[in-house]
């Protein structure tokens, strides 16, 4: 079973990040959560690894404000 990688591992993160940003520029927040959510949804896919989506669910919430983990 594989665990959920919390390091550093993109390269080029900056650059992600910026890729990232100019996704939703233009984009209605409607837009922006909808698209945020189907790239989740891609992600997950690719990932497959139900235990470690878990992880990164439970990670997510613990790390939230105001959660309910």
Known sequence: MSHLNTKANIA???DFYEELLALHQ?????????LNAKLVLILANHI???????????LAAKTQGGSKA
């Open 12 to 14: 080029k993160a900056d």
């Open 26 to 34: 233009g984009r209605s927040e409607k837009e922006s959560e909808a």
């Open 48 to 58: 497959g690894d139900r235990a470690v989506l878990r992880e990164a669910i439970e």
